[in-house]
């Protein structure tokens, strides 16, 4: 009986027990001691974003959508390659991009003028001129290394271009530049037009070399930002892009070769269906816990 109101008495004297991040022990506790009020401020799963499956998979669209767009362009390669594409249809191919790429700005853009779109055309002309006189040093670029090795190195440099591309566009600001490109970005980019420049260096002639070269920078340049524009004017007809990209591009394949046709339906389909539905099953797996003892946020409040 004495025993007892003497811890009594003892509890009631005591301090209550605080949480200290960086104070040492408390007089009275134990080094690990917790009560009941330790957890009663934590917060589960405060910022997990709940994803839906049809959300993810037209987000994935974008992915699907530019990996034809360079399957189309390794088809244009391979039919030049084998003489198929003539210079004169290399250069149609060429001015028609062209012409249909300002025809997607000027209707999609925001903030395109007549004097931006005046500079453009300057820019695109000096840069077209600069490209034809390089042409004949494209055209023995690769003379001394065989075919073999250009063919590998080809693909892998397409293979690392895709790896690191970005396809979400953060990097486009409307209408047409460039705003703070990563290194990632940069080296997808260099990789592109180092494996356009391989390819046109076992063409026939310079012309050919010119037209080539004019078509990969075309695509590999400007196609991200047409892309862009067109998501962002309107979400159903890049949709509709997409998928007329996607039948097109397995068409061709198709009737280029079976094998590669079904390796790009694999692809197509592994990036579609099969990562969106992974993505949605591992949510279950996310946990997240919040609370006092995270690290502070610095809120700075300025006026003026």
Excluded at 58 to 87: G, K, M, N
Excluded at 90 to 99: E, M
Aim: charge should be neutral; proline fraction near 3%; charged fraction near 15%.
């Amino acid at each position: 009986m004495g025993m007892r109101a003497i811890n009594r008495s003892s509890s009631v004297n005591r301090p209550k027990w605080r949480k200290i991040a960086y104070g040492g022990m408390q007089p009275g506790f134990e080094d690990n001691h917790t009560d009941e009020s330790f957890l009663e401020d934590m917060i589960m799963n405060a910022n997990v974003v709940r994803r839906d499956l049809l959300k993810v998979m037209l987000d994935s669209v974008s992915i699907s959508q530019y990996l034809c767009i360079v399957a189309l362009v390794v088809l244009v390669w391979t039919y030049t390659l084998r003489s198929i594409l003539t210079e004169d249809s290399l250069l149609l191919l060429d001015v028609t991009l062209l012409g249909l790429g300002f025809f997607i700005l000027l209707v999609t853009a925001e903030m395109l003028s007549f004097e931006l779109l005046l500079s453009y055309l300057l820019k695109i002309s000096f840069f077209i001129t600069g490209l034809y006189l390089l042409s004949p040093i494209y055209h023995t670029l690769t003379r001394s290394i065989s075919s073999d090795s250009i063919w590998a190195l080809t693909a892998v440099l397409i293979i690392l271009h895709l790896f690191l591309h970005n396809y979400s566009g953060s990097t486009v600001k409307a209408p047409g530049t460039l705003e703070n490109p990563t290194l990632t970005s940069n080296i997808s980019l260099n990789a592109s037009i180092v494996a356009s420049l391989l390819i046109a260096s076992r063409l026939p002639s310079r012309l050919h070399v010119f037209a080539i070269v004019l078509f990969s920078l075309q695509v590999f340049l400007f196609a991200p930002l047409v892309t862009y524009c067109i998501r962002k004017y309107s979400f159903r007809l890049h949709l509709i892009l997409s998928f007329s990209l996607t039948c097109s591009t397995l068409f061709f394949v198709y009737n280029l070769h079976r094998l590669l046709f079904v390796l790009l339906f694999v692809i197509l389909a592994f990036v579609n269906v099969i990562c969106p539905y992974w993505l949605i099953r591992i949510q279950e797996y996310k946990f997240e816990i919040n609370g006092p003892w995270d690290e502070a946020k610095l809120c700075f409040n300025i006026t003026e």
